[in-house]
């Protein structure tokens, strides 16, 4: 039996959150051999670890679904063809042989050969920006977290929240229903989330103060019990009694050895066409990681982009034969 480390695939997927999946689907319906590589040792990528029971809503013909329900669907879709499924490995190391084959090499020594490669890595390894505090690290892991817990878990509290952007102000607008008290605090007046959920904070039960910052915690045990609020008008500080802290302030973004793979890159991201293809043949990229005027940054975009590349792929391994257009509308699932 040949390891399946020296099987050559016709595409090879990197990353294996929504986009990354529902490539995968694609791929296996245009019966291509089709392998999915993701460095966490789940499939599903941030969503179910950072938003598990956030709701998403902009999926055409899904009211609402939650962000652990989406992953779940997604996986079991993405199965349907039978892929080959490496977890926990990174993707190092890029390189092609003479007769076109790619050679990818995973942290742990793993090799893995294509005849494309498909980039699905999300803007790649987030790392939280932590509260510019200086014993913040203290309760790091404890009561002040930076991927908040399950909503139940802070069912009866008093929380702080820190931060602007649509995440603060959507665990505020979650939150503000079943915790006793929710206290969010902004360092600027305005805030760059989206307006209704703004407008739905603002009218509810949250204490929301601005122009302020957290400008010291104190507590014992490793638990936070008080911190201090600094106006930054004023300058002015306050004390609050808390039971938990979450932070929003953001990411800071890495994508890795990838950027070291010669691809055409900027800004972070990676330049494709309107096919997907990055400045290396046989090379695309789909998701928040792809780059092209007119991108429209959503979960459903990315659908979009997958099945472009594969098709595209598909044309790079067989440029004589025609493709045809592919629905799951005609295609036979029973075979």
Known sequence: MVNQHHEIYDVTIVGGGPVGLFTAFYSGMREMKTKIIEYLPFLGGKVPYFYPEKMIRDIGGIPNISGEKLTEQLVEQAMTFNPSVVLNEQCTELEQRDDGIFVLKSDNGSMHYTRTVILATGFGTLKSIKLDVANANEFEGNNL??????????????????????????????????????????????????????????????????????????????????????????????????????????????????????????????????????????????????????KLPLIAGGFNDGPIAVNRAKQFIHPDKELTHLFSTNYDFSK
């Open 145 to 294: 977290h930076y991927t908040p817990k399950r909503m139940a878990h802070y069912k009866g509290k008093h929380v702080l929240i820190s931060g602007g952007g649509n995440s603060a102000v959507d665990w505020a607008n979650e939150l503000g229903a079943i915790a006793d008290q929710v206290t969010l605090v902004y360092r600027k007046t305005d805030f760059s989330g989206i307006e209704s959920h703004i407008s739905k904070m603002k009218n509810s039960s949250v204490n929301v103060k601005t122009p302020y910052i957290i400008s010291g915690l104190s507590g014992k045990s490793g638990q936070v019990e008080q911190a201090e609020l600094r106006n930054l008008e004023t300058m002015k500080t306050e004390s609050l009694s808390i039971d938990e802290i979450i932070v929003n302030h953001g990411f800071e973004i890495d994508i890795g050895p990838i950027s070291r793979w010669g691809i055409q890159m900027e800004n972070g991201t990676i330049l494709v066409n309107g096919n997907m293809e990055t400045s290396i043949p046989g090379i695309f990229a789909v998701g928040d990681i792809a780059n092209y005027q007119h």
